[in-house]
């Protein structure tokens, strides 16, 4: 509703970055304090936050502008303006789990541990970078005709104006609010490591693919007019995360046995 948080002097402070920031943050220091009661060396999740930080931008950036570089090609500079809007999650949850792996394994540290340790705060970051996207106007939902529909007015905003659409961002907020209390209580009772990171895996990828239903943005299609690229990604995710809660389970009992 607000893309400009405020300014100071000639510069712009846009809410976008700024909740991107606190979801970052929030994240992090939930792995840090989870670390702790973990056993593993939270120095270490702090130094493995850096890099996923990089790659999650680096990640989440270069996919959108993929599948929306018609908007780029004219002025590839806004490419670099990530604070205006334009972040893919997948891209980013992709690229950060191969950086996220690839540091796990150079460490010697327990892979499905730290896995479990990052899930919910990156479920929790998640959550409030999209009180960002609300803000900013980008990832907004297809015409509504409900009580519930919410107007932009906002000329700065990203999404369409004037018109009731579907408040899609607060929905996702609120499913991954939802998903990171989950997380919690999985993690209390879990019984292997990885059955954290992949029930987070399995929850959100199929309430992601759900919420796509009711997006207005451009969207990238894997089958054009029926599922958007994030619902492909999902498709594949979701048998991908049963799988391995079902083969972790299983080496956890036979290790146990």
């Not at 059955?195 to 399995?202: A, G, K, M, P, T």
């Not at 999902?234 to 972790?248: D, K, N, V």
Request: positive net charge; hydrophobic residues 45%.
């Amino acid at each position: 509703m607000h893309p400009v948080l405020f300014h100071i002097g000639n510069f712009t402070i846009y809410s976008y970055g700024v909740f991107v920031a606190l979801g970052f943050a929030a994240g992090i220091t939930w792995a840090y304090f989870d670390a702790r009661k973990q056993g593993i060396d939270p120095n270490k999740i702090l130094d493995l936050a850096f890099y996923l930080v990089l790659s999650a931008i680096l990640g989440s950036r270069l996919f959108y502008v993929l599948i929306e570089y018609r908007e780029y090609l004219n002025d590839p500079i806004r490419i670099l303006k990530i604070w205006e809007g334009g972040l893919v999650f997948y891209g980013g949850l992709i690229l950060a789990g191969i950086t996220g792996t690839w540091y796990v394994l150079h460490h010697h540290l327990p892979h499905w541990r730290v896995m479990d340790v990052f899930a919910p705060g990156i479920a929790l970051g998640h959550a409030i970078g999209r009180i960002g996207c609300f803000c900013a106007g980008c990832c907004y939902g297809k015409v509504c005709h409900c009580s519930f529909g919410l107007v932009f007015k906002d000329p700065k905003s990203l999404a369409r104006l004037g018109i009731p659409l579907y408040p899609t961002q607060l929905i996702s907020s609120a499913m991954l609010f939802v998903i990171f209390f989950i997380l919690i209580l999985i993690e209390r009772r879990k019984r292997f490591d990885g059955q954290v990171f992949w029930s987070y895996v399995l929850i959100y990828s199929t309430a992601r693919f759900g919420i796509e239903f009711l997006r207005g943005d451009p969207r990238g299609f894997t089958i054009p007019g029926l599922i958007s690229t994030s619902q492909g990604i999902s498709l594949i995710l979701i048998p991908l995360s049963i799988y391995f809660l079902i083969r972790l389970k299983r080496q956890n009992e036979r290790h146990r046995g």
